[in-house]
T-cell receptor, first 114, second 115 residues
Framework: GAGVSQSPRYKVAKRGQDVALRCDPISGHVSLFWYQQALGQGPEFLTYFQNEAQLDKSGLPSDRFFAERPEGSVSTLKIQRTQQEDSAVYLC????????????FGPGTRLTVT | AQTVTQSQPEMSVQEAETVTLSCTYDTSENNYYLFWYKQPPSRQMILVIRQEAYKQQNATENRFSVNFQKAAKSFSLKISDSQLGDTAMYFCAFMTIQGAQKLVFGQGTRLTINP
């Protein structure tokens, strides 16, 4: 079946612009995660949804970052007033449920803030 | 908070050789999961192998195996008979059983398999 998809794959934003990044998880997957991966680093956790409920947003770096998953499927990560330090690859992952289930990753959105 | 450390930023071996990637972690929890993920150039991250902390037996997946030393908090990945397609970034990751079950990643090791 289809894997996790993300759009756009690449986004260039001028400093101060708002951006919205979309994640389509694998159909039926309950859990959805957002990670931020800086160049040459490992991904870092941003936020977690179980269905439509955002249960953990402890990794969001500032109040400029906002995520939603209103119907428990597609999720959007929004960054307001982008800054240069927001430049990174944003990865989305989904898993069937809580527990030891594998997290399946999307291809990521590479955000460059100029 | 949990931390994961990969002390080898880059490694390079010849095709068909065996290579071992190192990973150490820090946690106060007794039950957790450990993973190795592979991220090929410009491609998606995929799971290589998983280990449950309560299992003493080391996990194996074809040419991939781990050496899990719980007391030492060490979790190394051995790749046997390495292939050109194994060239990728490899990330060690930790996951708690409680809470959000987010992955905590190490900094990664860039592995190059040379023909």
């Amino acid at each position: 079946g289809a894997g996790v998809s993300q759009s756009p794959r690449y986004k260039v934003a001028k400093r101060g612009q708002d951006v919205a990044l979309r994640c389509d998880p694998i159909s039926g997957h309950v859990s959805l995660f957002w990670y931020q991966q800086a160049l040459g680093q490992g991904p870092e956790f941003l936020t977690y949804f179980q269905n439509e409920a955002q249960l953990d947003k402890s990794g969001l770096p500032s109040d400029r970052f906002f995520a939603e998953r209103p119907e428990g499927s597609v999720s959007t990560l929004k960054i307001q007033r982008t800054q240069q330090e927001d430049s990174a690859v944003y990865l989305c992952a989904s898993s069937r449920d809580r527990g030891k289930y594998e997290q399946y990753f999307g291809p990521g959105t590479r955000l460059t803030v100029t | 908070a949990q931390t994961v450390t990969q002390s080898q930023p880059e490694m390079s071996v010849q095709e068909a050789e065996t290579v071992t990637l190192s990973c150490t972690y820090d946690t106060s929890e007794n039950n957790y999961y450990l993973f190795w993920y592979k991220q090929p150039p410009s491609r998606q991250m995929i799971l290589v192998i998983r280990q449950e902390a309560y299992k003493q037996q080391n996990a194996t997946e074809n040419r991939f195996s781990v050496n899990f030393q719980k007391a030492a908090k060490s979790f190394s990945l051995k790749i046997s008979d390495s292939q050109l397609g194994d060239t990728a970034m490899y990330f060690c990751a930790f996951m708690t059983i409680q809470g959000a079950q987010k992955l905590v990643f190490g900094q990664g090791t860039r592995l190059t398999i040379n023909p």
